[in-house]
């Protein structure tokens, strides 16, 4: 049974920093591209962040500079470094694994930035 387990969210003020982890168990990890998505109120989800098995990253515009994802192979673990965050990052931030045409989801993990 495949799961992702999310962690690390939570309220934060303007400029400051969080770091979601992400857990996955019943899949070959280092084999899996994984990634960030997120999904504010009234808004479709949208891509955050990706990191291929080689390591290669990829960012949304919105975040590049901001937020650094990595990877940990031996722990099963994806992490997110959420640095200057701002108001409109405010949204569930949902773990992603990806192969081919096979992917997982997490359950989800509310990140809400005010002041």
């Known amino acids: 049974q495949v799961q992702l387990v999310e962690s690390g969210g939570g309220l934060v003020q303007p400029g400051g920093s969080l770091r979601l982890s992400c857990a996955a168990s019943g899949v070959d990890f280092s084999l899996y591209t994984m990634g960030w998505y997120r999904q504010a109120p009234g808004k479709q989800r949208e891509l955050v962040a990706t990191i291929t098995r080689h390591t290669n990253s990829n960012y949304a515009d919105s975040v590049q500079g901001r937020f650094t994802i990595s990877r940990d192979n031996a722990k099963n673990t994806v992490y997110l470094q959420m640095d200057s965050l701002k108001p409109e990052d405010t949204a569930v931030y949902y773990c992603?694994?990806?192969?081919?045409?096979?992917?997982?989801w997490g359950q989800g993990t509310q990140v809400t930035v005010s002041s």
């Open positions: 992603n694994a990806a192969l081919l045409h096979i992917a997982f």
